[in-house]
């Protein structure tokens, strides 16, 4: 009977259609392998340890970034270019609207009714240091409607929403250039130098006294999704994300107090003590350990995948960057330019596997390919293993040459040769180009093992 189940689902991954499909053969390939990233821990020949004077950098350099919107906020993104980077995003737009969710194409006037509200004829109209108060997303546009290229394309359907840009958490510094006409969209700058649209009811000014009480060393982070945050009144403020900072008051056996992020009756940003189960957080930063990555990692195993944090899950670069964060490692927001952190080798098309197992430190190291990162977590079989957030795996019709893709959609552990076996499919091997180490070798002690590091 199972086989006869197989045979049937084969089948239908087989007749729909090429650019985005289910094929039963990787989802099973991807069962038999253990979705635990701390497992693989006993397969390497050692574990390492982040040295003490190298965590005191790595912490410096994050709060650097962290906090760039308030210090230096156009370090990277200047007005001009923020300006030049919008009117070329709307020049682009108003000659291809794309596709609503319905697959309907959009019209001119959807874009024109956007760019009006946008006033970019007076940018910038509101220079200000802000706070997210609540998680929210960043938009290419202002606007919550998406815009797909193609419906028929792999990669340009759904849920590939080209107007969604990434996800900033509760208490994110932020500096705002532009408010739209309808006030309800700020232009903001975020601290890994990423310009978007936040809805300014998650936004609140902050003030020169606000930032020097909330600048402050004593952090903790989060290491656990959607623990409730609240004031120990009842009252409600979010749920945590992982890598999420807060400054930290008072740690107690069961609930820990913190600062967040309100609005007053004027729209300002005011701090406000909550609660959050001690269980939720932990000093920040942790000692990168492998064993510490590798147990925050599995807390992301399983999770589908979100284009851009859509709908609050991750995709590749966001789950690289979310799982580094608790470690006070900063990597930015996009897989292109994570690759160029810590210590880029480029990948030639020869020996490549023999090479990550060579040079990769598993739990430290990254693999880039076009367009997507990967974790490389160490090998099993000679074979070189990775952690990461797919949509899937790239497939050419052999017939055809029509590009697709087999859907994994989640957050996965898998061989960089999964899919060799069909036809079609352009394995991960095959598409990676480069590897970085982001931590130098010589600041990284070796471990007797894994156990050691739990405490």
Same mark, same amino acid.
């Not at 574990?47 to 190298?54: G, S």
């Not at 490549?352 to 076009?370: C, D, E, N, V």
């Not at 795996?393 to 087999?406: E, S, W, Y």
């Given at each position: ?13 087989? @007749? ?63 007005? &001009? ?10 020049? *682009? ?11 309907? /194409? ?19 109209? *509101? ?19 998406? @815009?797909?290229? @193609? ?7 759904? /849920? ?46 902050? &003030?020169?006294? #606000? ?25 409600? #403020? ?17 609930? &820990? ?13 005011? =701090? ?14 942790? !000692? ?11 807390? #992301? ?16 670069? @966001?789950? !690289?960057?979310?799982?580094?964060? $608790?470690?006070?490692?900063?990597? $930015? ?12 080798? %480029? ?14 430190? %598993? #739990?430290?190291?990254?693999? *880039?390919? &076009? ?18 957030? %797919? ?21 996965? =552990?898998? /061989? ?27 600041? !990284? *002690? ?10």
């Amino acid at each position: 009977m199972k086989k006869i189940a197989f045979t049937l689902l084969l089948l239908l991954a087989t @007749s729909i259609s090429y650019a985005d499909r289910i094929d039963p053969r990787i989802n099973k390939d991807l069962l038999a392998i253990p979705q635990n990233a701390v497992s693989f821990l006993k397969l390497q020949k050692a574990q390492y340890r982040v040295t003490p004077n190298y965590e005191k950098k790595l912490k410096k350099n994050y709060l650097k970034h962290y906090f760039s919107p308030w210090n230096n906020p156009q370090i990277t993104i200047s007005k &001009s270019d923020a300006l030049k980077i919008e009117k070329s995003t709307l020049t *682009h737009y108003l000659d291809k609207p794309g596709y609503n969710e319905n697959h309907y /194409p959009h019209k001119k006037a959807w874009i024109e009714k956007i760019a009006k509200n946008m006033q970019l004829n007076k940018f910038p109209n *509101h220079l200000q240091k802000a706070i997210t108060t609540q998680a929210t997303a960043l938009r290419v546009l202002p606007t919550i409607i998406p @815009s797909f290229e @193609s419906r028929k394309i792999a990669g340009q359907g759904f /849920p590939l929403d080209d107007l969604q840009n990434s996800l900033l958490t509760a208490n994110t510094p932020i500096y705002v250039l532009q408010t739209t006409r309808s006030g309800a969209w700020q232009l903001v700058i975020t601290p890994n130098n990423s310009l978007g649209w936040a809805q300014t009811t998650s936004v609140a000014p902050v &003030s020169k006294n #606000f930032i020097k009480k909330w600048q402050t060393n004593n952090f903790v982070v989060a290491t656990t999704r959607h623990a409730t945050v609240t004031n120990g009144r009842g009252q409600f #403020f979010f749920v945590t994300r992982i890598g999420e900072l807060f400054p930290s008051l008072k740690k107690a056996k069961r609930y &820990s107090t913190v600062l967040v992020v309100v609005k007053n009756a004027n729209g300002e940003a005011t =701090i406000k003590t909550a609660r959050i189960n001690t269980n939720a957080i932990k000093a920040w930063p942790i !000692l990168a350990t492998s064993y510490h990555i590798a147990a925050l990692a599995n807390h #992301f195993m399983g999770q589908p995948y979100g284009w851009g944090n859509l709908y609050g899950y991750h995709d590749c670069s @966001s789950t !690289l960057m979310d799982l580094f964060a $608790p470690f006070g490692i900063w990597l $930015p927001r996009n897989s292109g330019d994570q690759i160029k952190m810590g210590q880029p080798m %480029p990948l030639n098309a020869t020996q490549k596997q023999r090479k990550i197992l060579q040079h990769g430190i %598993p #739990f430290f190291t990254l693999l *880039h390919a &076009s367009g997507h990162i990967m974790l490389y977590i160490g090998q099993r079989n000679q074979h070189a293993y990775i952690l990461h957030s %797919p949509w899937g795996l790239i497939t050419k019709n052999p017939t055809t040459h029509k590009m697709g893709r087999d859907i994994i959609g989640r957050t996965v =552990i898998m /061989p960089v040769t999964l899919g060799t076996r069909i036809p079609g499919v352009v394995t991960e091997l095959q598409r990676i180009n480069a590897m970085t180490t982001l931590i130098p070798r010589k600041q !990284l *002690h070796r471990s007797l093992d894994f156990s050691e590091q739990t405490h």
